[in-house]
């Protein structure tokens, strides 16, 4: 990294102790921007990149609540309000219990490079909380979200920071949060949250759209050399939001989707992944991705072990942070694997992505390849403005639209710095140079 960025990553590590997905972020998108600052000086004399690692504001509260046996819970709630150079925050909410302010501060921080890239009027933000919502009743759930709502929606609006869903928060939770902010502001203001269901607000194609985006961002990719989906063998790990729908684009595309995985272990089906089932175990029945397998038996589960041990022609990782490491790289590359795109936020550690482009694998980052979730929260901003609503094929039209012009707006990039078909720097400087160039109109603020 140039010395100019490494002082301010050292500043950044400093400042943010034991932070460790925040610094790995941040290093990842620092480690392009040395060719940038060169052809741009102003970005330096106004110190544009210092001010874009320190978050606007960040806000930690407690959420209390009482469970089913009317045992008062404490859980941590967090929003981080990352940069608004380009517009209202905007990001989604996270419910794991492995939320702390370091993953909600990696996610609004690549969420700001990310929004950047859709040509979008968007910011960068992100929140959740430590709060586990597996085995949870509605009821808990539902209180729950509350709680969360009853100290969020003071920080929270329209024009100023707009949440969505993410890992555990999902069209169910986006209700209880939109009633409750209902309830305590007295106003319908839809554009206060994305992800909302379509017959109050919400926009078609949103549940589908990170995952539909991901695929319609490697049959870009594809089609950039001559290629297609068609035919390709693809593995995608996790089993939730973005794995769903990018499965059933692949499938649409004629791929082949031959496993897919929960935190419990993965599924491998060489007929290909049947949707239907899938949506009714993991959807319908919110149960274990095992019994996909039981109700199918030419499916074998295989308990704990790497999904990326199956060989494939696309790897798409889809369920969360660091999921593919060093060795899990190396399987891939052993298998022949061409493409690996991000459906997930980061799930390539750096070690993995040195040994993918060392070998000579695409890999297309997340902030390129899973953009279509939050262009379409976007969208649905639109929608709500105008109070309009949008077919399917108009709305899907929209967001393939937009993820081909997020490739070709890396590859142009990548091109421009000397660095041809090198997405990570691509997306890095496309996204940054968008934000800088905002922050620097708006004065330092
Ligand atoms: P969901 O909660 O719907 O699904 C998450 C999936 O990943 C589940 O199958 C879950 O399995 C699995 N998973 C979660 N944590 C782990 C873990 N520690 N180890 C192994 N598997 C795990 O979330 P989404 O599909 O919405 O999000 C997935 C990823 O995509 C996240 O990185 C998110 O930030 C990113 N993303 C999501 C967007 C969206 O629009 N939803 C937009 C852009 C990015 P289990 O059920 O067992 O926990």
Redo the contacts with the bound molecule.
Sequence with gaps: MDDRLGAVYDELVRRNPGETEFHQAAHEVLSSLGPVLDRNPQYVDAEVIRRLCEPERQIIFRVPWVDDAGVVQINRGFRVEFNSALGPFKG?L?F?P?VYLGIVKF?GFEQTF?NSLTGLPIGGGKGGSDFDP?GRSDGEIMRFCQSFMTELYRHIGEYTDVP???????GREIGFLFGQYKRITNRYESGVLT?KGVTWGGSLVRPE???YGVVFFVDELLRSRGESLDGRKVVV????????YAIEKVHQLGGTVLAC????GYVVDDAGIDLELLKDV?EARRA??SEYADARPEARYVAGGSIWDVPCDVALP????N?IGEREARAIVSNGCAVVAE?????CTPDAVRVLVDAKVTFAP?KAA?????AT?ALEMQQNASRDSWSFEHAEQRLEEIMRGIHDRCLETADEYGSPGDYVLGANVAGFTRVADAMLALGVI
């Design positions: 989604g996270r794991h492995s996610l990310k597996k969505a869903g993410d890992i555990g928060v999902g992800g759209a990170t995952g790990s996790g089993s939730g939001n973005v794995a769903t995985s929960d935190s419990g993991k274990r991705i889809c369920a969360t942070q999921e459906g997930a936020n980061m799930p997340g899973n953009a279509g979730g939050v929260s």
